[in-house]
């Protein structure tokens, strides 16, 4: 299948500028075949506004009608699924392996939200029925639904060409709730957004939902994201990426005449809490999987760990040596494209200028034109970490920061002096419970996930999972970004008071289960 470069928009290839760019293999530094049309302004007005215009007849389709688009999407993915692995690892350096497990689970989420929506539960229904006798006024009768809040902006990730792009998450859960979408292609892996648009295109065709549903737009600026955001037919924004990105896309959407909600994602540095006994008991297995946590995916997770804090000692001092000598084993590794490897330079360089920072491991790059990127150790007292608050910003790639504490109490001070997290983890033993039920009920103020005894780094999509926390990780604690209750920041409620049965949404109407 051929590249065509253009945008998707409703069911045609457009283009409104002679303008493109190119993506390139984080591996070699080359250029990739295909050029990409620049969107614009234009390209967003038109997209945005049959969005507008198909949204009636979207929102009223039955939920079986919105599974039957959600499974066609996933079917059409997996049509397509070696030319989208063969393009996303010529974009992003990912592994084959590791595409193909993320192709897996872009199509397991779709099959989710399509199961989800063939029933009403997700909708959290509420019936008050009239007391007409009641004194001294009567109750009226009164019944709560959710429904699609509109067109929705969705922005692909960098990190996750797939399971964050343009048929990933925001996009399943956006159509599964009756919204239309209008996605904003990561630049860096324009092919891969192509291909996967074109399955949500044909899927749209196939089962006979209006154009407007879906459309996908390119562009290697910020011009794209900022007419999507300031466009007034847009009713919300999904965004995963940066606190800077994040928190830019926000600000815009507030200042409009109409604000409207910004759901962003902007990762944090999962902190990791080893208790004494917990290190001197697991000592070996905690360095393997430590190890393994922070250089997973070239340290290109938003749960990377990227704090650790543990008592001093003997124990803590063989653990951090050992972490040392497996991530100086290690070969630099691409990361997903030169900007981000510069900006891991840039951030890396920065905290080792930090008094009392110490490199223990690795460092920055010398090369700033390349994408390879060396994993780094850092490590430094509790008192100097109290000093300076910078030390706990994310630094996006494979790199870590391990905090020396003067005892377990001053490791909840520590937690108190957090920022928002979408993830926190303490490894503890069973003699430990009573300190870490302390530990635990700071820090369920500061994430949006808790784990025990386990690693941040891989977030499983099921109905029970929270991936957001508060801010700076997201921008609204309430909400999940993965797992079905993602539904939630694509719907509104509202409320029907002393409605005739035959006037009630057919949820809500009496009778309906019997």
């Known amino acids: 299948m051929r590249l065509t470069g253009q945008h998707l928009i409703s069911a045609n290839f457009h283009a409104s500028s002679n303008e493109t760019f190119r993506a390139v293999n984080p591996v070699?530094?080359?250029?990739?075949?295909?050029?990409?049309?620049?969107?614009?302004?234009?390209?967003?007005?038109?997209?945005?506004?049959?969005?507008?215009?198909?949204?009636?007849?979207?929102?009223?389709?039955?939920?079986?009608?919105?599974?039957?688009?959600?499974?066609?999407?996933?079917?059409?993915?997996?049509?397509?699924?070696?030319?989208?692995?063969?393009?996303?690892?010529?974009?992003?350096?990912?592994?084959?392996?590791?595409?193909?497990?993320?192709?897996?689970?872009?199509?397991?989420?779709?099959?989710?939200?399509?199961?989800?929506?063939?029933?009403?539960?997700?909708?959290?229904?509420?019936?008050?029925?009239?007391?007409?006798?009641?004194?001294?006024?009567?109750?009226?009768?009164?019944?709560?639904?959710?429904?699609?809040?509109?067109?929705?902006?969705?922005?692909?990730?960098?990190n996750f060409p797939l399971a964050f792009s343009v048929a990933g998450g925001d996009t399943a859960?956006?159509?599964?709730?009756?919204?239309?979408?209008?996605?904003?292609?990561?630049?860096?892996?324009?092919?891969?957004?192509?291909?996967?648009g074109r399955a949500i295109q044909q899927a749209v065709i196939k089962t006979g939902l209006p154009d407007g549903v879906f459309s996908?737009?390119?562009?290697?600026?910020?011009?794209?994201?900022?007419?999507?955001?300031?466009?007034?037919?847009?009713?919300?924004?999904?965004?995963?990426?940066?606190?800077?990105?994040?928190?830019?896309?926000?600000?815009?959407a507030a200042a409009r005449s109409e604000p409207i909600p910004v759901f962003a994602e902007m990762g944090s540095v999962n902190p990791i809490f080893l208790l004494p006994q917990a290190l001197k008991e697991n000592g070996q297995i905690l360095v393997q999987k430590y190890a393994e946590s922070l250089t997973l995916g070239v340290g290109q997770f938003c749960t990377q760990p990227g704090l650790l804090f543990a008592v001093k000692g003997r124990d803590l001092d063989a653990f951090v040596q050992n972490v040392k000598n497996r991530l100086e084993r290690m070969n630099p590794l691409p990361m997903l494209h030169v900007g981000i490897k510069q900006n891991y330079n840039d951030k890396l360089k920065r905290l080792t200028t930090i008094q009392g920072v110490n490199q223990v491991a690795g460092g920055a790059s010398q090369s700033d034109i390349d994408c390879f990127a060396?994993?780094?150790?850092?490590?430094?007292?509790?008192?100097?970490?109290?000093?300076?608050?910078?030390?706990?910003e994310e630094v996006f790639g494979p790199s870590s920061v391990v905090v020396q504490c003067e005892s377990q109490e001053q490791m909840l001070i520590l937690a108190e002096n957090l920022s928002g997290q979408l993830s926190a983890t303490v490894h503890a033993t069973l003699n430990e419970e009573d300190f870490c039920r302390r530990l635990f009920t700071v820090l369920e103020k500061k994430a949006g996930r808790l784990i025990l005894n386990d690693f941040p780094t891989g977030v499983e999509v099921c109905r029970a999972m929270n991936h957001g926390g508060p801010y700076p990780a997201s921008t609204d604690s309430r909400f999940s970004s993965v797992g079905t209750t993602a539904i939630n920041r694509f719907l509104r409620p509202v409320c029907y008071q002393n409605f005739s049965n035959q006037l009630l949404p057919s949820e809500l109407q009496d009778g309906r289960n019997q």
């Open 28 to 158: 070699t530094g080359e250029p990739l075949e295909g050029e990409f049309s620049e969107g614009g302004r234009e390209d967003v007005a038109v997209a945005a506004n049959l969005a507008e215009q198909d949204f009636a007849d979207f929102r009223q389709t039955s939920g079986l009608k919105r599974a039957e688009l959600l499974d066609t999407i996933a079917d059409e993915l997996l049509n397509l699924k070696n030319l989208i692995i063969k393009r996303a690892n010529l974009e992003t350096g990912l592994p084959l392996p590791r595409l193909e497990g993320e192709l897996g689970r872009t199509v397991n989420q779709l099959k989710m939200f399509a199961q989800l929506v063939q029933e009403d539960a997700y909708k959290l229904l509420q019936i008050d029925q009239a007391i007409p006798e009641r004194q001294p006024l009567p109750k009226p009768d009164l019944r709560l639904t959710q429904i699609p809040i509109g067109p929705v902006a969705i922005f692909g990730a960098s």
């Open 173 to 196: 859960s956006a159509l599964a709730a009756g919204c239309p979408v209008v996605v904003k292609g990561h630049p860096a892996h324009p092919g891969t957004s192509e291909l996967a």
């Open 216 to 252: 996908m737009i390119q562009g290697s600026g910020h011009d794209v994201g900022t007419a999507l955001v300031t466009h007034p037919q847009i009713k919300v924004v999904a965004f995963t990426g940066s606190q800077t990105g994040g928190r830019a896309l926000f600000d815009l």
């Open 374 to 392: 060396l994993p780094a150790l850092l490590f430094l007292t509790a008192d100097d970490f109290l000093l300076n608050p910078h030390i706990s």
